[in-house]
Structures are given as C-alpha cells and as structure tokens.
T-cell receptor, first 114, second 114 residues
C-alpha cells in the first residue's frame, strides 16, 4: 500500500524568504510523485511532477522539488516566496496503472507574511 | 469552457432532499474521479471511472450514487445525506496511458447539509 506524510500542517514564512515543504512517501512499487496547490475556494492545480529521469524537478511559479529515493522524500522548495504563494500544498503519490489512483497527504498551509 | 468544470459551485440541502453534482471535462481524458475534501482530513477518493466503467468504490455509503454516461461527464447523485457529509466535493480527470499521469481538478462543489 502507498501512503504520503506531510509532517508540517502549517509553515509560516516571511515574504522573500526561502521555504521548504516536506513530503515523505512509502510504496512497495515504483512511484510517480506530484505536488498540487489549492488556493482558497478553488480546486487543486498541479505544481510539478516526478515520473522518471532527473531527480530535480522544476514546476510553475518558481517551485522545484527533489526526488530522493533512499530517503523516500519529495520535498518542495522555493528560494523566495511571495504573498501570492499563500495556499494549501498537497503532496501525492501514484503507482500509475489502470486507474491512475492518487494518494494524497494531509496538506501543508503555507502562510506568507509581509 | 476548458479544463474541468463543476456545477453547482455551492449547494445547501436538507437531509431529506435529492440533488446531483455535475462534472464535465473538456480534455479528452478517459478516467474521471470523485473526491471528498473535509477540513483537517486528507482528500478521500470516493469513486473512479475508467472508460465509463466504475473501477473503484472506496466503501462509500449508498446515499452517494455516481453516474458516468460518457467519458466527458460524471455525476454524483445525493440523497438522504447526513450533516457529516458537508464538505468540498472535487471532480478530476486524467489519462490512464501515456507518459503523463497527473489528474486535472475542477473547482469543486461546496456542499452543506442542514
């Protein structure tokens, strides 16, 4: 069975500071990893994904994530955040297959303060 | 319209009412999903349809009844709901073949059961 752990429920950070949102996963098969962002009163939007190849993945809005197989982690980073990055961030894992089912973490609220 | 759309965006219903949520995808995908998002809980996958066949039902109560008449449309029929069913209901779609496995989400329907 697959699972995702986001240990930080909320991360406060000042504008223009760097941020890292942590994600750890467990799976007995090869995985595909995703980060989604949810702004208030909206659905989920894909930030970036890791399917294979380079372990450093770049996404939209200046975010990037690094896949670390030995540590089973897929942490999300941004070198300098903006007020507009305030949102809920979800890490997810999929084993692909016929249903392409996603297993989500509980989410991390990134609260950017001026 | 592009992407994944959901109607209505907000719904208030009594416990004895019958209502339906609608989802439509304009992306040419072959799989569609219903998720429930409650406060402080991970996204819960409710149903998966692949090529218009229901392939997963995650122990969802029978008061929720999905319908997928074609690959572009997905409904969630609701009847005799409970207050604990109040949540954001998200629809998503994806391809289940090829290199890309991400799911595309609609904006959600905010359901309040009174």
């Amino acid at each position: 069975a697959q699972s995702v752990t986001q240990l930080d429920s909320q991360v406060p950070v000042f504008e223009e500071a760097p941020v890292e949102l942590r994600c750890n996963y467990s799976s007995s098969v090869s995985v595909y990893l995703f980060w989604y962002v949810q702004y208030p009163n909206q659905g989920l939007q894909l930030l970036l994904k890791y399917l294979s190849g380079s372990t450093l993945v770049k996404g939209i809005n200046g975010f990037e994530a690094e896949f670390n197989k030995s540590q089973t982690s897929f942490h999300l980073r941004k070198p300098s955040v903006h007020i507009s990055d305030t949102a809920e961030y979800f890490c997810a894992v999929s084993g692909g297959g016929a249903t392409n089912k996603l297993i989500f973490g509980t989410g991390t609220l990134l609260a950017v303060q001026p | 319209e592009t992407g994944v759309t959901q109607t209505p965006r907000h719904l208030v219903m009594g416990m004895t009412n019958k209502k339906s949520l609608k989802c439509e995808q304009h992306l040419g995908h072959n799989a569609m999903y219903w998720y429930k998002q409650s406060a402080k809980k991970p996204l819960e996958l409710m149903f998966v349809y692949s090529l218009e066949e229901r392939v997963e039902n995650n122990s969802v109560p029978s008061r929720f009844s999905p319908e997928c008449p074609n690959s572009s449309h997905l409904f969630l029929h609701l009847h005799t709901l409970q207050p604990e069913d109040s949540a954001l209901y998200l629809c998503a779609s994806s391809l289940t073949s090829g290199a890309s496995y991400e799911q595309y989400f609609g904006p959600g329907t905010r359901l309040t059961v009174t």
